[in-house]
C-alpha cells in the first residue's frame, strides 16, 4: 500500500534487495509454469498475460501483491550494479512483464509492439475486471533507475496514462524521448489527430492520473507542454540527433493548442492583422521548435510583437532557469586540474548530472590497460588528480551552488564514497563531517553512504584525525557520533551472553590512550546535551547513538568506564535540569551494564548513581545488566531447602557492593513470598524442611455429612511458611545501606514487601502452631522497622498512612501494625495526628 516506503528499504540494504528479488522472480516462474494454484475467490487475485520463453502469451492467476512488488523492483534497479545472478533475476521479470531485451536493440520507430496487451498493461482483477496496476507504480517504473527499464515502461505503459507520465518530475532521458516518440506516432496513425489528442486530455481521462483536479482541457495542455519545455531545456532536445528519428508530432500540437487558446487583450488601437508566428505556423523538426521557443517576452505595447504563452511555471528544484552558454568539453586526462574545475562548474550549473556520470563512468571504471614497454625504456608519469583531490571538488562545487538540485546530489552520492573507499584527505573530511550542511538529508545519506564503502584503513585515518587534538572545526555531532560507531567495528549493544565477549582488533586499539578517550567520550556528552534524547534514554533497546559512543568506549575496559564515569560527574556539576536529567540516565545505563569495572568508592558516584536511580526507577528494572542471572541463581540457591551459611553470606556480600542491583529483584522476591506462604495441598517431603504449619483457635471443626461425622480444617494464605525463607530476606535486606534502601527502594517495591511480611504476621498471630517460632521473626522484623523510622521519618509517617493492597479492609497501614503488636494504640493516635495536622 506505500510502495515508495518499500521501495527506500529495500534500496537502502542490499541483501533484503538481492532476496527479495530472488523470491519474487522464483514466484514468477512458478506461475508461469502453473505450479502454483490460488484461490480466485479472493479480492487480490489478479488475472494477467505473460510472455513465456517461446514469445507466446500465457493466461496466468497470481497474487496482486506479488506484481506490486516486482514493480517496486524493477524501479529500485540500477544498472551499475555488478551481481550476476540478481541481473539475471531481473531480466528474467522484465521478458516476462514488458518486453524481451533484443527489441529494445531495435529502432525506436518500430511501433509495432507498442500497444501489446501482454505484461504489466494486461493486468485485470479477477472479480471486477478492472485493471490493478495503478498510474502511481507505472511512474516509479518510467523513473527507474535503469535507462533500459525506464524504456520499456514507457513502451509498455496504457497509452491513456502518458500524458500524466509526462507531467512527472524526473523523469530520465530515455523514457521520456519513448513517450513522445509514441504519442507522436500515434499521432501520425490516426485519422483525426485532434481528436485523438484531446481525448487524452479530457477530464474524464485526466481523472484516472490520481492528481487531484487539473482544470480543463486548455489548462492541462498549457502545463503538460511547461514541463516539456522544462526538460527540453534539461537534456538539450536542440542536439538530439537525426539518427533517433523522433516524431515530435504530440508536441507540435501542444504548441499550436497553447497558441490557439491565448486571450486578447483589449487596447484602444485597433489591432492590425498580423500573420502567426513561424514556431506555430510550420514545425518541420524538434529542432525548429525548440530553436525558436521565446524564453523572454519583450517590454513593448504592441499588441503585434507581443506573443503570449501560458506554460507551466515549476518550482521545483530539478527545473533550472535556462542560460545559453558555451558549451564545455569533458576534459580528457584527470591530471588537468584546471579544465576539471572548469568543467565541474559549468556542468553543476547547467545541471547536466547524465554528463558527470558519464564522465565519472569513462574515467574511473573504464581506465586503459597499461601499455608494454621496452626494457629499459623510461615512461613518463603524468601527475593525476587523486581521488580525494576529485571528491573534494566535487562537493565544494555543490556547496557553491545557489540551488541545489536533486540530479547533481544523487550522482555525488552514487561516486563520492566510491572514490573514496581507500584513502581521503582532511579537507575532504571538514566539508564531509561539517555542521549546517544542506540540504540535511543528502548530506546524510552521503555519509552514511561513506561508512558502508570505506575500507578499514580509509577508516582509521578518519578517525585518528577526528580524535586528535588539532581539529578546531566545527562538526556535525550526529554524523561523527555514527561514523565513531561504524568504526568500532562493535554492532550491537544487547546481546546474548555477555562472557567471552571477542573484541576485534582495530576496537581496542583506538581507545587506549587518554587524548583518544577524552576527545571521543567530550564528542558523545556534546551530540547528548545537544538534543531532547531523554525518551530513547529510557528506552531498552533504542537508545540514542551518543550513549552507543559512550558504551562502545566503557567496553574498551575498567580505566575507561572510570574515565567516562568521572567526566559525566564533572558535567553534573554545571549543567541544566535537562541536562542533568539526560547524563544521570547515561551513568546509570554505564553502570548496569559495566557494574564491576565502576569505582563505587567515591561517594559523588554513589550519590549520583542513587539520583538516577530515583528519576527512572520504572525503565531502569527494564534494563538488563551482566549481574542479572548470577542474582537470580544465588537468590534461588540461598532460599532453597539445600541453602547453606556460605551461599547466604554470599548474597549479603552482594548486597553490600551492588545495593542497587539487587534491589532490581524485590519484585521477585515479592513473588517468592507470596508463592511460599500460599495453600499447597500436598507437600513432597523434601519441601517440609523448616515448614511452619499454623491451625485456627477453633480448630478442628466437627461437620456432618450424609450421616457421617468428619473433622474439617480450614487453610488459606498464611497457614505455612518456611521460616528460613523469611529470614533470610530481612538478612539480605538489612545489609543493605539505609540511605539505599529507605531512598532508592522505596521507588523499587520496599513497601509492598513490607506489606507482605506484615500480612504474614497478622494471620499468624491469630493461628496456633505445634513451636511458636513468629517471635524471633518479629523481632527481626520489628528492628527493620525501625531503621526505616530513623532513616527516612518522612516517609515512614507516609507508609504508615497508606492503605494495604492485601488487607484493604483493615484501613491504613497502621492498624494492621496495631494487629500484629509493632505499634500501640497511643503510638496509632499519634500518628493519626500526626497526618491530619491535629493538636
Same mark, same amino acid.
Given at each position: ?21 530472488? +523470491? ?10 502453473? $505450479? ?12 494477467? @498475460?505473460l510472455h513465456g520463453k517461446d514469445g507466446v502469451l500465457t493466461q496466468v492467476q497470481m497474487p496482486l501483491a506479488l506484481l506490486q512488488s516486482s514493480c517496486v523492483l524493477l524501479s529500485i534497479w540500477s544498472e551499475d550494479k555488478k ?10 521479470? +522484465? ?75 524526473? =523523469? ?18 490516426? +485519422? ?13 481521462? &485526466? ?41 515530435? %508530432? ?29 514556431? #506555430?505556423? &510550420? ?64 556542468? #553543476? ?12 563512468? /569513462? ?8 601499455? $608494454? ?49 581507500? !584513502?581521503?584527505?582532511? $579537507? ?19 555519509? %552514511? ?20 587534538? *588539532? ?7 550526529? $554524523? ?16 546474548? %551472553? ?33 538534543? *531532547? ?5 529510557? &528506552?531498552? @533497546? ?8 559512550l558504551l562502545l568506549i566503557s567496553r574498551l575496559g575498567r580505566n575507561q568506564v572510570q574515565f567516562v564515569s568521572r567526566a559525566i560527574g564533572k558535567r553534573l556539576e554545571n549543567d541544566s535540569n535537562q541536562g542533568r536529567c539526560m ?21 559523588? =558516584? /554513589? ?21 542479572? *542471572? ?15 551459611? /556460605? ?10 557492593? !551492588? ?22 495441598? @500436598? ?29 474439617? %480444617?480450614?487453610? !488459606?494464605?498464611?497457614?505455612?511458611? /518456611? ?10 535486606? &538489612? ?38 517460632? =513468629? ?21 515512614? *509517617? ?23 503488636? #509493632? ?17
Open positions: 500500500r506505500r510502495p515508495t516506503v518499500f521501495a527506500g528499504a529495500l534500496s537502502s540494504y542490499v541483501d533484503l534487495r538481492s532476496l527479495a528479488i530472488q +523470491v519474487v522472480s522464483e514466484e514468477f516462474q512458478l506461475y508461469v509454469e502453473k $505450479k502454483n494454484v490460488i484461490d480466485t475467490s479472493e479480492d487480490t487475485v489478479v488475472d494477467i @498475460s551481481n550476476d545472478r540478481d541481473s539475471a533475476y531481473i531480466e528474467d521479470l +522484465v521478458a516476462i512483464l514488458m518486453k524481451s531485451r533484443e527489441s529494445e536493440e531495435n529502432n525506436i520507430n518500430q511501433t509495432d509492439e507498442i500497444e501489446d496487451i501482454g505484461g504489466l498493461a494486461s493486468a485485470k482483477c479477477v472479480k471486477t475486471k478492472r485493471s490493478v496496476i495503478p498510474v502511481e507504480s507505472w511512474v516509479m517504473l518510467a523513473k527507474s533507475r535503469s535507462d533500459f527499464i525506464a524504456k520499456r515502461a514507457a513502451l509498455a505503459a496504457p497509452t491513456t496514462f502518458l500524458p500524466r507520465l509526462l507531467l512527472c518530475s524526473g =523523469l530520465p532521458r530515455a523514457s521520456l524521448f519513448t513517450m513522445i516518440h509514441r504519442l507522436g506516432k500515434l499521432g501520425e496513425k490516426a +485519422v483525426d489527430r485532434d481528436k485523438t489528442f484531446t481525448q487524452l486530455l479530457v477530464p474524464s481521462a &485526466s481523472s484516472e492520473w490520481d492528481l487531484g483536479r487539473l482544470g480543463h482541457r486548455r489548462e492541462v495542455t498549457r502545463k503538460l507542454f511547461g514541463r516539456i519545455c522544462a526538460y527540453s531545456r534539461m537534456y538539450n532536445l536542440v542536439e538530439v540527433d537525426a539518427e533517433d528519428a523522433i516524431s515530435f %508530432s504530440f508536441v507540435e500540437w501542444l504548441s499550436n493548442m497553447c497558441l490557439s487558446s491565448q486571450k486578447s487583450t483589449k487596447m484602444k488601437v485597433k489591432k492590425p492583422k498580423v500573420a502567426p508566428a513561424a514556431i #506555430f505556423a &510550420s514545425i518541420e523538426s524538434a529542432k525548429s521548435l525548440f530553436d525558436k521557443l521565446p524564453t523572454n517576452t519583450p517590454d513593448c505595447n504592441e499588441i503585434a510583437t507581443v506573443t503570449q504563452m501560458d506554460a507551466d511555471t515549476s518550482d521545483m528544484t530539478i527545473f533550472v532557469e535556462f542560460k545559453n552558454k558555451e558549451v564545455i568539453l569533458p576534459p580528457n586526462s584527470i591530471a588537468e586540474a584546471e579544465s576539471i574545475e572548469d568543467f565541474l562548474r559549468h556542468t #553543476f550549473e547547467d545541471n547536466k548530472p547524465d554528463t558527470l556520470d558519464e564522465w565519472l563512468s /569513462r574515467t574511473f571504471l573504464d581506465q586503459a590497460l597499461p601499455v $608494454k614497454r621496452k626494457r629499459g625504456q623510461k615512461v613518463k608519469v603524468t601527475p593525476a588528480l587523486g581521488n580525494e583531490e576529485l571528491s573534494f571538488l566535487l562537493l565544494q562545487s555543490y556547496i557553491q551552488l545557489e540551488r541545489k538540485v536533486e540530479g547533481i546530489a544523487s550522482t555525488l552520492v552514487k561516486w563520492i564514497p566510491k572514490l573514496t573507499s581507500s !584513502h581521503g584527505s582532511p $579537507k575532504l573530511w571538514r566539508i564531509l563531517f561539517a555542521d549546517g550542511q544542506k540540504p540535511a538529508f543528502m548530506w546524510d545519506n552521503l555519509a %552514511s553512504r561513506c561508512f558502508q564503502i570505506w575500507n578499514h584503513e580509509h577508516m582509521a585515518e578518519c578517525r585518528q584525525w577526528m580524535l586528535s587534538e *588539532d581539529t578546531k572545526e566545527t562538526l556535525d555531532l550526529v $554524523k561523527v557520533v555514527r561514523f565513531l560507531i561504524q568504526a568500532s567495528s562493535f554492532t550491537a549493544i544487547h546481546i546474548e %551472553s555477555f562472557e567471552d565477549l571477542p573484541v576485534a582488533v582495530e576496537d581496542s586499539t583506538w581507545g587506549r590512550t587518554e587524548e583518544t578517550v577524552r576527545r571521543a567520550t567530550g564528542i558523545a556528552l556534546d551530540c547528548l546535551l545537544s538534543q *531532547d534524547s531523554e525518551k530513547r534514554l529510557r &528506552s531498552r @533497546s533504542d537508545p540514542p547513538e551518543c550513549l552507543v559512543l547524563l544521570l540516565l547515561s551513568l546509570l545505563r554505564i553502570y548496569t551494564y559495566f557494574p564491576l569495572s565502576m569505582n563505587l568508592g567515591a561517594a559523588v =558516584l /554513589r550519590s549520583n548513581l542513587m539520583e538516577a536511580v530515583e528519576v527512572s526507577a520504572d525503565d531502569w528494572l527494564c534494563w538488563r545488566s551482566p549481574l542479572d *542471572d548470577s542474582m537470580q541463581d544465588m537468590l534461588e540457591t540461598a532460599l532453597s531447602n539445600m541453602t547453606s551459611q /556460605r551461599s547466604i553470606q554470599t548474597l549479603i556480600d552482594t548486597a553490600k557492593k !551492588h545495593p542497587l542491583l539487587l534491589l532490581r529483584k524485590l519484585n521477585q522476591i515479592e513473588n517468592i513470598l507470596e508463592k511460599d506462604a500460599a495453600v499447597v495441598h @500436598s507437600q513432597v517431603a523434601g519441601e517440609k524442611v523448616g515448614l511452619i504449619i499454623g491451625q485456627g483457635l477453633n480448630e478442628p471443626l466437627s461437620a456432618s455429612a450424609s450421616g457421617h461425622k468428619m473433622r474439617l %480444617s480450614v487453610k !488459606h494464605w498464611g497457614y505455612s511458611y /518456611r521460616e528460613h525463607v523469611w529470614w533470610t530476606i530481612l538478612d539480605v535486606l &538489612s545489609a543493605v545501606p539505609n540511605e539505599v534502601i529507605f531512598q532508592c527502594g522505596l521507588k523499587m517495591g520496599v513497601l509492598d514487601l513490607l506489606g507482605v511480611y506484615l500480612r504474614l504476621v497478622l494471620v499468624q498471630s491469630q493461628l496456633r502452631t505445634k513451636i511458636d517460632r =513468629l517471635a524471633k521473626l518479629k523481632e527481626r522484623l520489628s528492628e527493620f522497622l525501625g531503621k526505616f523510622k530513623s532513616a527516612n521519618p518522612k516517609a515512614f *509517617d507516609l507508609w504508615m498512612a497508606s492503605s494495604n493492597s492485601g488487607l484493604p479492609s483493615l484501613g491504613a497501614t497502621r492498624n494492621i501494625l496495631v494487629g500484629c503488636g #509493632f505499634l500501640s494504640h497511643q503510638q496509632a493516635m499519634e500518628s493519626v495526628k500526626k497526618t491530619y495536622n491535629i493538636s
